[in-house]
């Protein structure tokens, strides 16, 4: 019984969590509220969860939708991640675990998180890759086992790459990474006694990118240090801010040159991504993506500044 029910689970998985390009999203984007109803509430709170581990906003909205499995997308501009409730349930109650589920939410965040939503083309071997050696680590901070973590995509995946998607053994290599390299931050933070966060999250409101000269000039920073005390390794450009004098640190640390020294805004953080290795974020403006040549992108794929050497 239930070799036969993983069969049926098999065919709608489609070989793995897919990523709807930018151009498909949008096309379905004026029946978004047809396509697409807001997530139930415990689907909310895994996403709370995986998000809260990480440190991160979450940019995006979870909605469940009449789709084959799960995807992330973008809709009208807006970020989405959409999956089908009863696949998810399914796939739940055939391995005896939730963390089927959480791990096939997890691996679409890893999508949005590592800018994969940003380009077009579909799917593809390395950005699957990427998304599950996410998925890895996330499952691993929230307190999944290395088989809990590598459940859903045992079962499901195929055992030959594909024109999208790697082969099992490659993608659980890859979860294996993601939660072997969490293991070791969890461990190494025992040690010296500090909070287990990879990243740090963001306290205040989030703005774009177009306000940050307007909120800047008249506030007094609220943390600062001596541009001695911390080493500059590039200068950030914004082209809806060329005034602004933007660093990014040794500590990467993103901050602001004032009268009174260098004011902390934000932090340049590494990702998964063979794209856009890097991402910038601040209480001032979203995700800023960056490129390996140094172009900084909105959520949007659009080009809105560069990073560059001092």
Known sequence: MKKVLLSVLTG???????????????AKGGAATAYAAPAAVGARDIITEIIDVVGLKPRFEVRAANVPNAAAVIMNGKRYILYNENFVS????????????????????????????????????????????????????????????????????????????????????????????????ILASAKAGTPNRTVAGVSRPIMSESTVAANTTSRRPATTSRRGSEQIMRQVRLQSAPQERLYVTTSYNLVRETEDGLEVIGKLQKTKSSKFPYVLESRYFSYLFVSTDGLLLNESGQRVGVLTTT
């Open 90 to 185: 399914t796939l739940n109650n055939a391995l005896r675990t939730d963390w089927a589920g959480v791990s096939i939410l997890a691996h679409e965040i890893g999508h949005h998180l590592n800018g994969h939503t940003l380009t077009q083309g579909g799917s593809n071997k390395q950005d699957e890759l990427e998304a599950d050696e996410f998925s890895g680590f996330v499952l691993r901070k929230m307190g999944a086992s290395l088989s809990e973590a590598q459940a859903a995509i045992k079962a499901l995946a195929d055992e030959e790459d594909n024109y999208t998607h790697p082969g099992k053994s490659s993608r659980l290599t890859a979860i294996s990474r993601g939660w072997r390299n969490a293991q070791e931050q």
């Open 12 to 26: 709608l998985f489609l070989t793995g969590a897919s990523v709807a390009t930018p151009a498909v999203a949008e």
